[in-house]
């Protein structure tokens, strides 16, 4: 694999040694790779979270690039470590739905049960498979090593049920906030082409109108206003300020748009 890269999700933070561990499992392995950290502020045993950052990012990175993702509440049960190929891209973690979000978008798609443990670390723990199974994998794949080297495909992945807006009364599209960045801008699952057509937005969040904005800096007040972010997603925001602490706005709240 030419310049292969290997991207790092996880919720370990940047406090303890586990990312870096990681890494140097990484580099013993494959010395040539590149390994950029996509985040490692998930908030702890949020696969939602991840499922999303993830959906978020993986696309930024050239073809053939292995995305592991570390969110992990099951590690050491008997939850699998997975192998994920698509048309671009791989996904390596454990089976709790972290790629849910992937399975959803990917045109093609095939799931590798690991199970070759020779290509582990010989000394493995049961409370860090980052280390000893999820990162040699991907060095050792970086390598050039095929996937079926890893393992048989799968049909009986989990998937998480992510929520979708729905149509209310006809004429009100309802979605949710479903993450909340380190700004506090509040992102709903509502998707610009669920509301493309319409010629004027009318945002609601418990009663209170969020007027739709370009971007950012088009109001200078500290009121609530909406906007479609970078990444096609309905956003409410509040001008140099936290929509969620400002409005006290949490994931799950429910988001209206009303239809023309």
Known sequence: MP????TLTTDFGYKDPFVGIMKGVILGINPSVTIIDITH????QNILEAAITIEMSFKSFPNGSIHVAVVDPGVGSVRRPIL???????????DNGIFSKIYNVSERLEVIHITSEHYFLLERSLTFHGR???A??????????HISKFGDPINDYVSLTMPTPIIVNKNILEGEVMYIDRFGNAITNIKAQDIAEQKSL??????KIAPFKNHYSET???GLYSLMNSFGYLELFVY????????DIKVGEKVAVMLA
């Open 41 to 44: 502020g998930i908030s702890p």
């Open 202 to 207: 009318k945002v609601m969040l418990k009663g």
């Open 136 to 145: 040699p994998i991907a060095a050792c794949l970086s390598k050039g090593i």
């Open 84 to 94: 994920v190929n698509t048309e671009q891209y791989y996904f390596i973690g454990p």
């Open 240 to 247: 140099r300020g936290s929509a969620s602490y400002h409005f």
């Open 132 to 134: 000893d199974v999820f």
């Open 220 to 222: 200078g007040d500290d």
């Open 3 to 6: 310049n292969p890269i290997i």
